[in-house]
């Protein structure tokens, strides 16, 4: 399991380190990839303002509200709909 850091300066702005990827944002919600699982960051007003992915390393800005881990997906399991349509 690879360490990373989450830091929230006062509720307005959140540094990530030994981030992969970021799957989907809007002014809600982010989701981040990470390299040992997933990270869901909800607030209002939300902002990528820096994404340095050879660093490893996102700045997000506005109003968190929360930040909550998710389990790392297998990249071969297969998602519901498909397993039902097979």
Not at 11 to 34: C, G, H, K, P, Q
Not at 39 to 51: A, T
Not at 77 to 85: H, M, Y
Request: charged share 30%; aromatic share 4%.
């Amino acid at each position: 399991m690879e360490n990373h850091v989450l830091n929230i300066d006062n509720r307005e702005r959140l540094t990530v380190t030994e981030v992969a990827d970021v799957d989907s944002f809007n002014e809600d919600t982010i989701l981040i990839t990470l390299k040992s699982g997933g990270l869901v960051v909800k607030g209002q007003k939300l902002h990528i303002q820096k994404l340095d992915l050879a660093e490893g390393k996102v700045v997000i800005t506005g109003e968190i509200n929360s930040a909550v881990y998710t389990e790392k997906k297998n990249k071969s399991e297969k998602s519901l709909i498909r397993r039902i349509f097979e």
